[in-house]
């Protein structure tokens, strides 16, 4: 009888060990269509991934070209591309209901702006999006979390991100509004630690709204900033124009009209 029981348990464990080589091969395909199933819920936007590589034993992961699209209404083909992200994790937790993840590791991020950064624009619009999706998840979350028995199950997997980095992202802008300018700026790093640390966790959606939420910010300051920049320089060039004509520094008419509509060119995107 205990031959027999013996028996059992090594066939369990086998079919136990060979279920977690098989998860373990399709994982990255698994992972990949989880982020182009979930992703365009969220954010409103296609995205894409061209490929997801997982190593269950090792606790690694590394995502590939992951291309998030435009809003409606806007004409660049995508807003933020992501090179190559690396991904450390705890391989323990991966079935538990915190999934842990140790670090986070960014690079290769290039930003299509497209708008206006005080007023509308496509990461906003984005913003907007997932904040209303985020707000909407976690209440559902919540009002699950109250109807469950006490010790029941959470009803969703919550995330620990320990460190989160972002490095060299690039912005590409067309602004428009009272300056139009094609600009190509790069950010300061973006790092975020201990998300999620402690408690429950946080969810996929807090995570996203979190860390757009962030490169929204940053990319609207850094722009807002070269704006000002840019019209300060525009309007003290028209004014610099106007005294020189003023003044009878300025040979003949049409230098000073030149020098006005060189002024104003930053102004007027010409």
Not at 1 to 13: A, C, D, E, N, T
Not at 49 to 66: D, H, K, R, T, Y
Not at 235 to 254: E, H, M
Request: glycine letters at 12%.
């Amino acid at each position: 009888m205990k031959k027999i029981i013996l028996g059992i348990v090594l066939v369990l464990i086998v079919l136990l060990v060979a279920a977690v080589l098989l998860v373990g091969t399709h994982l990255g395909e698994i992972v990949k269509a989880g982020l182009e199933t979930v992703g365009p819920r969220v954010t409103q936007t296609s995205l894409t991934v061209n490929s997801v590589n997982v190593s269950v034993v090792g606790g690694s992961a590394a995502v590939n070209g992951l291309v998030l699209g435009n809003p409606e209404g806007y004409q660049a083909p995508q807003a933020i591309s992501l090179g190559a992200v690396a991904v450390s994790l705890s391989p323990g937790s991966i079935l538990s209901d915190k999934v842990v993840i140790h670090a986070i590791a960014v690079r290769g991020a290039e930003i299509t702006f497209e708008g206006n950064p005080l007023g509308a624009n496509n990461l906003t619009k984005i913003m907007d999006n997932v904040n209303a999706m985020a707000g909407a998840a976690n209440k559902a979350d919540a009002k699950a979390n109250a109807a469950a028995a006490p010790g029941g199950k959470k009803s969703a997997k919550k995330l620990e991100v320990d460190d989160f980095l972002i490095t060299g992202a690039k912005v590409h802008a067309n602004l428009t509004g009272l300056v139009s300018k094609e600009l190509t700026l790069t950010l300061p790093d973006i790092h975020f630690t201990d998300l999620g640390k402690g408690g429950d966790g946080i969810t996929a959606a807090d995570l996203t709204q979190k860390i757009l939420g962030q490169i929204t910010a940053d990319t609207v300051r850094a722009l807002a900033s070269s704006a000002t920049e840019l019209g300060k320089n525009a309007v003290d060039a028209a004014k610099g124009a106007l005294q020189n004509a003023a003044n009878g520094s300025v040979t003949n008419v049409s230098d000073s009209v030149n020098q006005l509509k060189k002024g104003l060119g930053g102004l007027l995107g010409k």
